[in-house]
């Protein structure tokens, strides 16, 4: 079982930066690849970046690449996603997710793939 816990979200100016922080709790983090998705009102939640449970896999959305980098830190048990250049349209809450995975290099782009799920963080880009 894995707690997962967002914070850093908040109202920003179009071009500021945030970092969200997704902190885990529980057994084998290390061996979970992580995921950051983010669902806007009306519409679905959808993928934003994911990492491999070894941290040297990523992979992102055409919609925030180049802008946003995700990574994690084992000792603190927690992943970021650091947001550069943020947009209007990157309003949304924003969720961390967790799967156990086997291969270090895996990593997940699809709601269904995760097991675990925090409750979510909002961010607001003002134009």
């Known amino acids: 079982q894995v707690q997962l816990v967002e914070s850093g979200g908040g109202l920003v100016q179009a071009g500021d930066s945030l970092r969200l922080s997704c902190a885990a709790s529980?057994?084998?983090?290390?061996?979970?690849?992580m995921g950051w998705f983010r669902q806007a009102p009306g519409k679905e939640r959808e993928f934003v970046a994911a990492i491999g449970w070894s941290g040297a896999s990523t992979y992102y959305a055409d919609s925030v690449k180049g802008r946003f980098t995700i990574s994690r830190d084992y000792a603190k048990n927690t992943v970021y996603l650091q947001m550069n250049s943020l947009k209007p349209e990157d309003t949304a809450v924003y969720y961390c997710?967790?799967?156990?995975?086997?291969?270090?290099?895996?990593?997940?782009?699809?709601?269904?793939?995760?097991?675990?799920w925090g409750q979510g963080t909002q961010v607001t880009v003002s134009s």
């Open positions: 997710a967790a799967k156990s995975a086997y291969s270090s290099g895996a990593y997940y782009s699809t709601v269904d793939d995760y097991d675990y």
């Open positions: 529980g057994r084998r983090f290390s061996r979970y690849a």
